[in-house]
DNA sequence: GAAAAGCCTAGAAAATTACTTGGGATTTGT
DNA sequence: ACAAATCCCAAGTAATTTTCTAGGCTTTTC
């Protein structure tokens, strides 16, 4: 029951682009080198979560990607749900493609897994770029009063 | 963001037993014939169950497997977590074998992934096979309803 | 028109999962 | 005492998935 690092990285990247909102666009190299993530990976993870609508990029010298829209407005379900396909702990219940069980007793235990996709939803539909952001925030300025003292 | 199936046939599996709970020794071909698992790779699982204290078996001809305590007290967050080892969502959340993260960055991120984790445990722990099997037992008549008109 | 970027596809390498094999050890019934 | 039924265990193989790499193409800027 791991996620991937795709969702590791996909979330270190837009969090990367959410702290640069506003600022123009970020390049590959750039985030990759910032947040520790194989370059051409990323590339990919990205090309994903533009054909999702979630970042935008700009192409040619200069260009790089953003988000498409404003931290505020962009759950980290969406950004995961996108990277990893979907969060159904089973194929039974995944959404996208499900996978049609034969015996009745998997029935009883779909429902266990039907139940856990909606819990996990739940929790990362809750939570913002923004809201991370902020978190961040927090917890650099914790750790920069811890120092100084 | 998956579950193997371990839990798959390790719910099916303690299912079996709680639906014969009381009646004796469940063999592993038995259940295995029943459930449609493997045979060997469902030894291996109800070795681990065992070793857990979730079930127990007798050696022997006439021997097999049994729920090591009622239905009502097992849990299946405690089958889950016994056969995947976790149901963390990153390995830096692994309460059994954490994972230290370098980056302060991650500890954001990381966040996330434990509010996951605490948000499936409570879903896996609040389910017991006693539940399941009632709901087993709703579907089966609510099914041979509709065969019958 | 050269350099700096993103775009795309195919495949290799690594890791994990799922299963198999085969040889014990124990218990029961004859 | 012995054969059959059953659990126990460790090692190895096959299949699948994840992670990463390579390399060529396109677009934009200077």
Redesign the interface.
Known sequence: ????TK??YG??AT?DLAENFGRGPRTIRSIAEN??IPENYLEQLLSTLRRAGLVKSIRGAQGGYMLAGSPKEIT?GEI?RTL?G??????CVDDENPEVCE???????R???E??KD??N???DS?TLYD?CE??KK??SA?SFMYYI
Chains 1, 2 share one sequence.
């Open positions: 029951m791991k996620f991937t969702s590791e979330l270190k969090m947040q520790g980290i995961i990893e979907s969060v159904a702990p089973k194929n015996r009745a007793e998997s029935c009883v235990t429902m266990v897994w139940r856990l819990s996990i739940e929790v990362l939570i991370l978190e961040a917890m650099c750790n």
